[in-house]
């Protein structure tokens, strides 16, 4: 199993920026396909961003393509999601993941899950 635990989260401005980091632990990271998937109250869970195993290749919902950077560091076991120019519908629990392949921007196709953390954007 990989374990993944976010952090980052809090209260922003709008307009203001924020990076988030995934740690992982368990099985081997590299071998893992990373997503950042977000959920707003009374909204379903939806996705964010991805990176491939490597991290080579990016992939972006269309609500961060410009404003969102997704990274990881193998050696450090560690995913970030940088997000900038921060807008109130940002705001949600943000959530990484962990899969088999990339992009893949659906929940099912991704196995592991970390806790979420709360992203709060104000006006």
């Known amino acids: 199993q990989v374990q993944l635990v976010e952090s980052g989260g809090r209260l922003v401005q709008a307009g203001g920026s924020l990076k988030l980091s995934c740690a992982a632990s368990g099985r081997t990271f590299i071998n893992y396909a990373m997503g950042w998937f977000r959920q707003a109250p009374g909204k379903e869970r939806e996705f964010v961003a991805a990176?491939?195993?490597?991290?080579?290749?990016?992939y972006y919902a269309d609500s961060g393509k410009g404003r969102f950077t997704i990274s990881r560091d193998n050696a450090k076991n560690m995913m970030t999601l940088q997000m900038n120019s921060l807008k109130p519908e940002d705001t949600a629990v943000y959530y990484c993941a962990a899969g088999t392949n990339f992009p893949r921007t659906r929940t099912g196709q991704y196995d592991y899950w970390g806790q979420g953390t709360q992203v709060t954007v104000s006006s």
């Open positions: 990176i491939s195993r490597s991290g080579g290749n990016t």
